[in-house]
Every structure is written in C-alpha cells, then in structure tokens.
C-alpha cells in the first residue's frame, strides 16, 4: 500500500516546500512586509524603504502588477497562458513567443546542456504520472511500459526546438513545465520592479526561491536559514548571509510516498523516468540571479552531490549538499563548495 507523504499542491514541479526559513534580522521601522499567493504557491516580500515614502498598498500593487504579467506567460495553472497555449498545440510548427518567455526558455536549453540534461523543462508529464502533478499527492506506482510512453514525449533535445524568439515541438505532444525555472524568473521580475522604483534593500521570496538585495532593516545582509531535509525536523542546518543574489534550495523530502518499503520522491530523473535514488536529500544554490539559482537547485538534486559539485565548480555556483548519512534514518552530512563556505554567516 502507498502511503502518501504531505498532499499539498503547490508547483508541477512538487517544490511542495519553503525550504529557506526566512532569517531576516528584525526590520527597522521602514520596512515593509507583504505576501500572497502566486503561481500555486506563495510570495514573502520585504522591502526597506530609506526614503520613506513607499506605502504597504504601494509595494502590494507593484509586486502583484510585476507577478500577473510572469503568470499570463509561464504559468502552467492558468490555461489562457502563453505557454499553457503552446502545450495546447498538438503541430510542429513555430510559434512566435514573448522576448520574457523567449529568455526563460534559453535560459531553461543553456541548463540543460551544462546540466548534461539533468535540467529538463518537460519531463511534466512524468511527474503527473507518477502523481506529483498540480493536485495530486505522490501515491501512483506507473508501469514500466507507462514510463517509456511518458518518456517518448519527454526530453528537451529531441521535443523542442528553442530559438532566438520562437519555440517549436519536434513531437506534437510533447509540452513544456516551467516551475522549475517560472518561480525563480518571476522573483527576479519582482525584483526588477523595486529597483524601478528606486528601492535598494528587499527580499523576495516566491515558493523557496529568492533573491535579495543590498541590506535588512539593521543594516546586515539578509541571513537566510536552509532547511534540515528532514519533514518531521524543521530545524536548520546552515545558514548563510545573502546581498544581491539568487538562492534556491530543492530537496525530495516534502513531496514523496513510501511503498512496499521502497521510497519514491517527486524528484524525477530525466534519463530513466522514475524518482531519484541516491542519498543526497537537498541542493542548495546560490548565483547571480533568481531564475538560474532555481534551475540549477533541481539540476544538482538530480545528480547528486558528487557529479553535481563538479558541475558546480565548472559553473561558478556555490552550493550545498546535504546527504542522509549511510545506516541512518535521521543523520545528515553536509559538503559545500569553496564558494559557498564565504557566504556562511
């Protein structure tokens, strides 16, 4: 019997968590603290104002103008999307796409090849089957010959064509999840609308991915707490201080069921079709942006902490991998990289 694990339905792709306890040190008098729900998840935002003439409905309406827009092009919940509509074309034509969707989809190819296709914007329909989909809690063992029909629409390499300014299916049914990618990039729209505005020091938070920029209310920067991977444990297990970058964690904790004593997350690795298998539980990243931060975050949970530091390395990235320590049901080891280790707070 399948024993499903924490039924939330926040993304297609399962980040059913926040995984970054939000460790701002006490604001000042100036800043302002917002949240709502977004892209099937929700938004934190802090926001100082040294100015002072930023109100709450202010920063309400800048944040929420700057999400309708990301949502009305990546959104997979919305069907009236502009990618929700492509999914919907069963040709192989060309289509001619937004310069937002365009840059998140270049984006989305350029992870996928550094990530030796680890990163993969269309393998949601191995998620769905194996019942991590929007409004589905992890409880559907598929069958072998289920996987392999799921796979032959999956694969970004031989589904899609990305260009400059189009997209094209090589597969008419194959259709493109950007959850992985969509929260990240819709932070760093945020983002791009409070420094429009002239504000300096925030954070933004949509769904665990983040970005943060100059100083807290203290004048610190923004230290930030990563989860331990452990869902009955919402302890922490490092912390670090963060000014203008993009951070994300992925972990396989949140979002999972157990069978016949096997364990089965929503993690899906792109090459085999089924749940990761290794040990490391959570991947941690930090760059320069909110949108790759996101993409690499999955990417690094799906190779592993030992293919994945290499990667990591190769790329500029800090990162931290924490791993269930061997024979333990509750033990962690964490290893970090070299860029990393400077952000520790």
């Known amino acids: 019997?399948?024993?499903?694990?924490?039924?939330?339905?926040?993304?297609?792709?399962?980040?059913?968590?926040?995984?970054?306890?939000?460790?701002?040190?006490?604001?000042?008098?100036?800043?302002?603290?917002?949240?709502?729900?977004?892209?099937?998840?929700?938004?934190?935002?802090?926001?100082?104002?040294?100015?002072?003439?930023?109100?709450?409905?202010?920063?309400?309406?800048?944040?929420?103008?700057?999400?309708?827009?990301?949502?009305?092009?990546?959104?997979?919940?919305?069907?009236?999307?502009?990618?929700?509509?492509?999914?919907?074309?069963?040709?192989?034509?060309?289509?001619?796409?937004?310069?937002?969707?365009?840059?998140?989809?270049?984006?989305?190819?350029?992870?996928?090849?550094?990530?030796?296709?680890?990163?993969?914007?269309?393998?949601?329909?191995?998620?769905?089957?194996?019942?991590?989909?929007?409004g589905k809690g992890g409880e559907h063992m598929p069958s072998a010959a289920a996987i392999e029909t799921a796979l032959a629409s999956a694969g970004q390499e031989k589904t899609l064509q990305i260009g400059a300014e189009t997209l094209r299916k090589t597969r008419p049914a194959a259709e493109v999840y950007l959850s992985a990618i969509g929260k990240g990039y819709g932070v760093d729209r945020v983002a791009r609308a409070l420094q429009s505005a002239g504000l300096k020091d925030f954070m933004i938070e949509i769904g665990g991915d983040l970005y943060t920029a100059g100083v807290n209310g203290d004048g610190m920067r923004w230290r930030i707490g990563i989860e331990t991977p452990d869902a009955?444990?919402?302890?922490?297990?490092?912390?670090?201080?963060?000014?203008?970058?993009?951070?994300a964690t992925s972990g396989d904790y949140r979002n999972y069921f157990e069978k016949d004593g096997a364990r089965y997350s929503h993690i899906i690795d792109p090459g085999t079709g089924r749940p990761i298998t290794h040990n490391t539980a959570s991947a941690t990243v930090l760059t320069g942006n909110a949108m790759l931060a996101d993409a690499w975050a999955t990417a690094m949970l799906i190779m592993g902490r030992e293919k994945g530091m290499q990667v990591a390395e190769a790329q500029n990235l800090a990162v931290l991998f924490v791993e269930r320590a061997e024979g333990s049901q509750t033990g962690f080891v964490t290893t970090k990289n070299a860029r990393f280790t400077e952000l520790m707070a």
């Not at 709450?56 to 309708?68: F, G, I, N, W, Y």
């Open 232 to 247: 009955l444990d919402r302890g922490l297990q490092a912390v670090v201080g963060v000014s203008d970058l993009g951070m």
């Open 1 to 134: 019997m399948a024993v499903p694990k924490n039924k939330f339905a926040f993304s297609r792709r399962g980040f059913m968590l926040l995984p970054l306890g939000l460790m701002a040190c006490k604001p000042g008098p100036a800043a302002i603290e917002i949240s709502g729900a977004t892209m099937g998840t929700t938004y934190n935002v802090t926001a100082v104002d040294q100015a002072g003439k930023l109100g709450t409905s202010d920063l309400r309406q800048m944040v929420e103008a700057a999400l309708a827009e990301v949502n009305s092009q990546m959104s997979n919940w919305d069907s009236t999307s502009e990618i929700s509509r492509f999914n919907a074309r069963r040709t192989t034509d060309a289509v001619s796409v937004s310069p937002e969707l365009a840059y998140v989809m270049n984006a989305a190819r350029d992870v996928h090849a550094a990530s030796g296709g680890q990163f993969d914007v269309t393998v949601g329909t191995l998620i769905d089957l194996w019942g991590f989909g929007a």
